[in-house]
């Protein structure tokens, strides 16, 4: 680093207040892109930061597009195997099968309304032992597995969906349903006796062999699970738990009295996934970068590092339990007098952006060499940020195509509010409504105030009311106008 360039950071960072800077809180933003471009409509405001929260948003939302997506053509593909698997067994005596062709039928029951706006098979006709067998899945209750040599006890209390699959209100309809259906089968799958087991492989193999689009299906799947999270799925469609060196991390510090945001920071701290393979593990590496981040850039002289660093850590919660809400079976403008265009500042953390960006690239479910042709939306924020740092200005051009990219972050939140719980977190927690923030940042020498996006997360409390924002480091926000009195 040239000797001015050193001495000028030193001096930024010396100078930084001692106490939190104000905040001023806009409101919420649940589309921020849109909400953005009404805010700048009112030419109020110079700067508008191209906050990295922006892309951890994206990212997540893209993660629950791609995992809907995915379950749902699961869940399609597992309904045409139970129905085939029905279909094979039926008319065979010998105890093996007739176990498999019950499990089949409780399987596709479960799966029914999972497929019911995509599947027009009417649903079986189910004999007293499956209707009861299903009863005690759906119901997530103590019951029975009664499709063994000999019927045995055993508590589908673990069949209770949670995160993503609890909530059908974000439009992927029949999730809780194919989560007891996955539950379901890899109960017996695990437990089946060997000669059973090796007979429902029989006769699965058998129904791929016989319909070449659900041997596709089913091929596709296994190809493109490993790259959402890691985990691959079985013969039958159903998802296999893989390792999670997060959860591993979580469990081995199950005890430990400290607050739930303290923990989350030294996991994310701890876990630094530095070479993801997993859209999975991208978000680890990603919420690994936001907690190390420091702000030493000049743009953050304005604001306390502790606040930055608060904010960085709040990010990095809401990307995580973005995840812990999908992956709980994996576990293991026009006008005319428009306003003075804003200027686009980037936010300084180079590193955080390089792991969104493999995120964004890494988003292809395609087997093999699944990186994605042409160009992202990142590349030229990564590209504008390097002219920043160099202390030169951003081309109109390039300012304006920011500006558009920002007004795009308006993607429908799915699963946003989603309740969801996280090992070794005793309560609750949400991802709460982004909301559009003005923080102070130094531009050149002088404090401005820019434009911004705050994530958080929020914790239920015992009484059942919501705590947050934020975790960690409070980001104060504007003060309130003197009474008049």
């Not at 001096?11 to 849109?34: D, F, N």
């Not at 923990?263 to 991208?282: H, N, Q, R, T, W």
């Not at 002088?446 to 434009?451: D, I, Q």
Request: proline share 8%; aromatic share 8%; glycine share 8%.
């Amino acid at each position: 680093m040239p000797l001015f360039a050193a001495t000028l950071l030193a001096l930024c960072i010396a100078s930084a207040p001692q106490q939190p800077a104000v905040v001023e809180v806009i409101g919420p933003a649940p589309e921020p892109g849109v909400a953005l471009r009404k805010q700048v409509e009112k030419g109020e405001d110079e700067f508008v930061l191209f906050d990295v929260a922006y892309g951890v948003r994206e990212v997540t939302t893209n993660l629950h597009d791609l995992w809907g997506e995915l379950e749902t053509k699961r869940a399609e593909v597992m309904s045409d195997l139970m129905a085939a698997m029905q279909q094979r067994c039926a008319g065979r005596q010998d105890a093996a099968s007739i176990a498999c062709a019950n499990v089949a039928a409780v399987a596709g029951a479960l799966l029914a309304s999972a497929t019911k706006h995509t599947r027009a098979r009417p649903r079986p006709a189910l004999g007293p032992d499956q209707l009861a067998e299903l009863r005690d899945v759906d119901a997530a209750a103590a019951g029975e597995q009664r499709y063994f040599p000999q019927r045995r006890a055993f508590d589908w209390k673990i069949a209770q969906p949670v995160g993503a699959y609890a909530h059908d209100r974000h439009g992927w309809e029949g999730m809780a349903a194919l989560y007891r259906a996955t539950i379901y089968l890899r109960a017996y799958s695990a437990a089946w006796p060997e000669d059973t087991s090796a007979v429902w492989c029989l006769h699965v193999a058998a129904c791929r062999s016989a319909d070449g689009v659900l041997a596709s299906d089913l091929g596709k799947l296994a190809a493109q699970m490993p790259i959402l999270f890691g985990a691959g799925v079985d013969e039958s469609g159903v998802l296999l738990p893989a390792g999670a060196p997060d959860l591993a991390w979580l469990a081995a510090h199950f005890a430990e009295p400290a607050p739930i945001e303290d923990k989350l920071a030294a996991l994310f701290a701890e876990v630094p996934m530095p070479s993801p393979k997993a859209l999975s593990d991208g978000v680890l590496r990603l919420c690994h970068e936001l907690v190390i981040a420091r702000p030493t850039d000049p743009l953050f002289g304005a604001m306390a590092p502790e606040q930055w660093q608060a904010k960085w850590r709040d990010a990095a919660s809401f990307a995580y339990v973005g995840l812990r809400e999908v992956d709980a079976l994996a576990r293991t403008f026009g006008r005319d007098d428009a306003p003075p265009a804003p200027t686009v500042v980037i936010e300084p953390l180079p590193a955080v952006w390089e792991a969104l960006r493999w995120l964004e690239r890494r988003r292809s479910l395609q087997p093999g060499d699944a990186w994605q042709k042409g160009t992202s939306w990142i590349d030229p924020v990564i590209e504008a940020l390097e002219l920043q740092q160099k202390g030169e200005d951003l081309p109109v051009e390039t300012n304006d195509h920011l500006r558009h990219l920002l007004s795009r972050f308006g993607d429908k939140d799915r699963l946003l509010g989603t309740t969801t719980r996280i090992e070794g977190v005793p309560a609750q927690v949400r991802r709460g409504v982004p909301h559009l923030v003005r923080v102070p940042i130094r531009w050149r020498g002088e404090t401005k105030k820019a434009l911004a996006l705050r994530l958080f997360v929020e914790q239920e409390r015992p009484a059942g009311e919501w705590h947050g924002p934020p975790w960690g480091t409070a980001l104060q926000t504007k003060p309130a106008a003197p009474s008049g009195r």
